[in-house]
């Protein structure tokens, strides 16, 4: 038994899932708020192959504006309080900025108008995310790596690591047809799908803890 654990061990890849969390949203979440209550380290097993053993789960993210939704905030604090216990994530903040800018509008058979718009912009999380890739790369802490995004500017990370160092790097993705740059750099493509999503939710209530899911985010939410 013991030189069977050994060899099962063995065989076993050690996964660094890196979770990009705002394309994550945008792409999946957004128009589904009965999904957000979303355990990342179960949905990374969901996705993965079985021989994938997901050592480490790392968000990246960051605090949102109560300008543009006033309840987000808080919805946010209450996941990301979900999220911490788990011994696999790790967290990662960057800066979330909102600004008033003038953007042209054009409607059918009218001429150009601005109107201006609250456009908000996430800073820091994607060069902490490609960052990270690198340097654990080469200090030997995966076997595989996967990233859940659509993002195109980690293209070349993604590629110095497949190519530079020679490990696998693949994407979890979060559309139906990822963008091709991004697939002729992985070494493996796996869609998140929606099934997926709804088998990897939080019990409404997480155990030995204080925390539910917020009420906004159920299927009539």
Excluded: C
Excluded at 41 to 60: M, P
């Amino acid at each position: 038994m013991a030189a069977f654990a050994f060899w099962f061990v063995q065989k076993m890849k050690r996964t660094t899932v890196y979770i990009d969390g705002f394309n994550l949203y945008y792409r999946l979440l957004r128009e589904s708020p009965e999904l957000r209550w979303l355990n990342i380290v179960e949905l990374s097993k969901q996705v993965l192959r079985s021989d994938n053993f997901v050592q480490r789960g790392n968000i990246y993210t960051a605090t949102v504006s109560s300008k543009i939704d006033r309840e987000a905030p808080a919805k946010r604090r209450i996941y990301l309080n979900a999220l911490e216990p788990l011994p696999e994530v790790a967290i990662f903040r960057g800066n979330f900025l909102v600004k008033d800018k003038w953007v042209k509008v054009k409607a059918p058979n009218t001429a150009p108008e601005f109107v201006k718009a609250s456009i908000s912009e996430e800073k820091g999380s994607d060069v902490n995310l490609a960052s990270h890739l690198i340097r654990d790369s080469l200090t030997n802490a995966f076997d595989v790596a996967a990233v859940i995004t659509n993002d195109t500017d980690f293209v070349e990370p993604i590629r110095i690591v497949r190519e530079e160092v020679g490990l696998p790097v693949g994407i979890l993705s979060p559309v139906p047809r990822p963008a091709k740059s991004l697939e002729s750099v992985a070494s493996f493509v796996r869609r998140i799908r929606h099934d997926h999503l709804r088998a990897s939710q939080f019990p409404e209530f997480i155990p030995d803890s204080t925390i539910g899911r917020p009420e906004s985010w159920t299927r009539n939410g």
